[in-house]
């Protein structure tokens, strides 16, 4: 009897060992990997062509630019330990860790970078990206083929050091360059795949993680990269993106504990999720701006009246407090108020009661030759989201308040913003993210900006005023000359702001590392789990 017993409390004791292993081993895939709801099916995966941010907070996990951020959004080292900034601003030396390796264990080295920048700039990429940050010396006529990629003004000054020069002093150069476009590129496997080098056969990871698995509209998975400089500092060894532009299913998903974070909150949900989820939701202040864009090249959107009437018509305090209501403000001008420094000028018609401006409005769609008897009528295109189309709705609403129907045309992300990037539009809803200055807003109404300057707008005064800004290196002079510009633009109205943006993303409690920052900036590097 004492036997069976003894032999009964070894099974016992087997059977709980089995299961505590099987529980730990549950636990332990819990602590690892990170289920990211992220706000679309990539387009591309390949850092130079990456136009879009749900394709950059993928690639993000994947490359180590010369300068890196962190948690909270601000500047570190990345593939470089340290740099040299010329007195006159002009020329940023960048000097590599020592012992960078690919993930397939060959060097990273500086040609490596320089590669990887002459490759955003080339014609044959076609990275509509490029024309955003043309303040590298020739970046501009390298893009435009005017010049060969190798006289871009990068080189490698030996295996360790990559020296840049730019054309214009550029204070945020540095938040610039830690962008995925300035990603290090593996040049021996391009060469030998082409575009096909994205694919996770061929892929080759300069950042955190690698990819494992691309299963196209179901999920794309991460695996810690053994070989990155700081492995034995990840504490994930998974990181699996979900394409959830839907953010009521995804919303769905989080609640069921399917992800542990979501890229986006459906603006209708927010009283909801404030009530019920307010430790997981996380709102936050972003450098980006929604607005109308009109196709200026187009008739009627060619008349500045037409433009004008449209915009004012727009009660932007209901449709920020009241439809979107995450903590959006109104919008009064293109670049938005995140902007640190940047004395933000004011449209005009800002300050005008809602009453005046439809009568306004009125008045400049009968002297444009639209009425009652012949009313203004278009294509209103929008994105294909929840939120997009609610906002949609409203808008086209307050313009029927003034006798103009705009039928709204949805589309996936994709799609509508090629659709915007080609012309194939009259009007549009459309937003932006920029970075820490106001000279990426502002280049989209440049006249040569050909890719960017989705409104076709033209005004050689405007260009004046932004030539001038250009070489003021300090920030002081240099932001008022872009703001006397940005006004000039603004009376034209080839956009019709509508708020400033607010970032809302659902965080589980058991997520660590996360930071609220300006750039809605989270790469998976600095988060782990802990149940």
Request: aromatic share 10%; proline share 7%.
């Amino acid at each position: 009897m004492i036997l069976f017993l003894n032999r009964l409390s070894f099974l016992l004791v087997l059977v709980g060992l089995a299961m505590a292993v099987a529980v730990g081993s549950a636990q332990a895939e819990a602590r690892t990997t990170l289920h990211r709801g992220n706000a679309s099916e990539p387009d591309t995966l390949d850092p130079q062509k990456a136009n879009i941010v749900p394709d950059q907070v993928i690639i993000g996990d994947m490359v180590l630019p010369l300068v890196a951020s962190n948690a909270k959004g601000m500047e570190i080292p990345g593939g470089a330990s340290h740099w040299d900034i010329s007195e006159d601003g002009l020329t940023y030396t960048f000097y590599l860790r020592e012992g960078l390796k690919w993930s397939d264990g060959s060097p990273i080295t500086s040609e490596d970078y320089v590669a990887g920048m002459r490759r955003l700039y080339t014609p044959a990429t076609a990275s509509q990206a490029a024309a955003f940050v043309y303040m590298i010396e020739n970046a501009q006529d390298v893009h435009q083929g005017a010049k060969p990629p190798e006289e871009l003004a990068v080189r490698a000054i030996d295996d360790q050091t990559v020296e840049v020069k730019l054309w214009r002093p550029e204070p945020q150069f540095l938040n610039t360059i830690s962008s995925v476009w300035f990603a290090p590129i593996p040049r021996a496997v391009v060469a030998q795949y082409g575009d096909a080098w994205t694919k996770p056969e061929h892929f080759v990871a300069s950042g955190p993680f690698l990819l494992k698995a691309w299963i196209p509209n179901d999920q794309i998975v991460l695996a810690k990269n053994p070989n990155f400089f700081e492995a034995d500092q990840i504490k994930l060894d998974e990181v699996v993106y979900y394409p959830s532009e839907n953010s009521e299913s995804a919303l769905k998903r989080f609640r069921a504990g399917e992800l542990d974070f979501v890229s986006g909150v459906p603006s209708h949900k927010i009283d909801f999720l404030k009530e019920h989820l307010a430790a997981e939701t996380r709102l936050s202040a972003y450098p980006a701006i929604n607005y109308i864009v009109f196709n200026t090249s187009i008739a009627p959107f060619d008349d500045k009246r037409v433009r004008t009437a449209l915009a004012i018509a727009i009660d932007r305090e209901v449709y920020a407090g009241k439809i979107m209501k995450k903590g959006e403000q109104p919008a009064v001008s293109f670049v938005p108020a995140a902007i640190r420094d940047y004395p933000t000028p004011t449209m005009d018609y800002a300050d005008m009661p809602l009453a005046q401006r439809q009568t306004l409005a009125r008045a400049l769609l009968e002297e444009a030759g639209f009425n009652d008897m012949n009313p203004l009528s278009f294509d209103f295109r929008v994105r294909a989201s929840p939120d997009r189309k609610r906002g949609a709705v409203a808008i086209a609403g307050m313009w029927k308040a003034i006798g103009v129907e705009g039928k709204i045309h949805s589309t996936e992300l994709k799609t509508h913003y090629a659709d915007i990037d080609s012309g194939n539009y009259v009007v549009a809803g459309a937003g932006f993210v920029g970075s820490s200055g106001p000279e990426i807003f502002l280049e989209l109404f440049l006249s040569d900006n050909t890719i960017g300057n989705n409104s076709r707008y033209q005004n050689p005064a405007y260009d004046a005023l932004m030539a001038a800004a250009f070489p003021i290196p300090q920030i002081g002079p240099r932001y008022a000359k872009m703001a006397e510009a940005e006004a000039l633009m603004l009376k034209d109205f080839p956009v019709a702001p509508i708020n400033y943006s607010v970032t809302g993303n659902l965080v589980s409690t058991h997520v660590r590392g996360y930071e609220d920052n300006i750039y809605d900036a989270h790469l998976s590097r600095f988060m782990w789990i802990e149940e």
